[in-house]
């Protein structure tokens, strides 16, 4: 200890490999101990939780709930918390041995990034106390404090003078410019949940439960309306249903927006008849104190000031700053609205969501107003609709279609499409057809169809031209090690694309099954997500319905799609044979392969389609 100078600090960083704790010593935690001028500082060891990356594609995550409280211990295994992802609500899963000594961010904080500390434990029960006070923003070293001197009074930091009342009147609590929202008991926001991988919105079509409802985990809640199929909003908590906040018929709501809110007591459940999202974000936080002075006790108002507050107040501030809730300026944002020209109504005149949208009412009236006035009487205004087919349904969009048009015209906007055209004869394959269906005939039986076969003979196409079985990435071309096909469903809420996995290492039957399975549940729309998540090629068959030939438009990030009409008799020259004017009748499969010409040539999309086609005529090869 010699060789330690003054001012010293004893800091120490280890990081995991996964980035999500950080081993140190905080320097918040440090009990200096003065030695003849030489500042020892006693080191508590703790490990800062970071937000972990619970999907992929995460980059920043919700605090739904913490399944632990500060104190706890914790075991391997255990659930810290539960936290919502790009994806879904996941669970926190501690990793090693301690005690929970703080909660760095609460239940509701949102857009966390990854990594970002969320809480930090110890090794020791008795370590907890020490984090107590502890703040995120306190972690950078402080300046070593000198020795203790006998002037004490020079030591002293020059308080910055500060014009206050003189009077002794106690301080009173800090008054803020609109008034206070009503107090609210504790209870949790049940968001609009990401039921499947690429939504970003949904619908509400019905509410299984009421207001008031005690509700238990696996309760179904709501049905929901994604962008795939309609699916059940699904309880994990027990409690009571205080406030719907989207009704049923809701739509567009984005993910991770607030629908309704659960309570834990029975009492508190009548309390949030007049709770809004508005409400619960009026309340203006007390502004902070510039940094170095101390925040001035605020005098009794005076009778003038008084007269002011209750006249009509502008919503704007002196300094420039609207007084308008998160979700008002974000509708006036999203409408092309100007949030200056809007006339509040909430508390001291704060602009509310309301607000926003009677503006907009009023102000296409207004200006169809000012547009009469203005136009000469001779013009006659014309119609949107030509009168000869002005009668008409606009049906609706539902999320599955709005997700269609989305992605499919992304695809062809950004995909350069080439489309590659083969003939295949299926004779063979319809004979070894018949014969394995003839075999699985009985009540446990199967019926293997011809897009089974297809999707077989793709698969394999697929592990021998590795080439097509990939995606762009901007600046690499990444090139999948499985063969996972999506088969392209038609129901009547859409297009749906169930996936079979590791469609190379099937059998036909199994292939069969699963295929069967999927589009079924397709259409009852009773699919989970991670059964039509995307794969690495996707199929079309229009052939069921007598079409030829078609070109399908890729599926993106994939690479290619095949696209599969019918099989027609045709009279072609008979194989192997010497003699002119030999003909035979053969059965011609047309099929279509849409290329990305970014990762897929020419001459590699055709040497794909010949081993397709070498498997389809000689579908035996399928069974090696």
Known sequence: MNNL???????????????????????????????????????????????????????????????????????????????????????????????LAKILAENGSRDIPINKPIAITVDSESEIAEFKDYKPDSQPAAKPTPPPSNNTQAQAPPKKEQSTPQNNTPPQPQQTQSKPSKNYPTHNSLKMPALSPTMTQGNI?????????????????????????????????????????????????????????????????????????????????????????????????????????????STTSPQGRIFASPLAKKIAKETGVDINQVKGTGPSNRIISDDVKSFQKVQPQKTAEKVTEKAPAQEQPVSAVPSSISSFDDVPLSQIRRVIAQRLTLSKQTIPHYYLTMECRVDELLKVRAQLNKMGEGKNGYKISVGDFVTKAAALALRKVPAVNTSWNDQTIRQYKTVDINIAVTTERGLFTPLIRDADLKGLVAISSQTKDYADRAKAGKLQPHEFASGTFTISNLGMFGIKHFSAVINPPQSAILAVGTSEKRVIPKENSEKEGDYEVANIMTVTLSCDHRTIDGSVGAEWLQAFKDYIENPLKLML
């Open 5 to 99: 100078k003054s001012g010293t600090k004893l800091i120490r960083f280890i990081s995991q490999s996964n980035a999500i704790a950080q081993r140190q010593f905080s320097v918040r935690a440090f009990r200096s101990i003065p030695s003849n001028g030489i500042f020892i500082q006693k080191r508590f060891a703790h490990t800062n939780l970071g937000m972990p990356a619970l999907s992929p594609t995460m980059t920043q995550g919700n605090i739904a709930k913490w399944r632990k409280k500060e104190g706890d211990k914790i075991k391997p295994g255990d659930i810290l918390a539960d936290i919502e992802t790009d994806k879904a609500t996941m669970e926190f899963e501690a990793t090693e041995e301690g005690y």
């Open 205 to 313: 079509v019905k509410w299984r439960k009421k207001e008031g409802d005690q509700i238990k985990p696996g309760d179904i809640l709501a049905d929901i309306e994604t962008d795939k199929a309609t699916m059940e909003f699904e309880a994990t908590e027990d409690g009571y249903l205080a406030k719907i906040l989207a009704q049923s018929g809701s739509r567009d709501i984005s993910v991770n927006t607030p629908i309704a809110i659960l309570v834990d007591s029975k009492d508190d459940a009548g309390k949030f008849g007049d709770y809004s999202e508005d409400s619960a974000a009026s309340t203006p936080k007390p502004q902070k104190a510039p940094e170095g002075e101390a925040p001035s006790a605020p005098s009794t108002p005076s009778k003038q000031e008084t007269t002011q507050t209750s006249a009509p107040s």
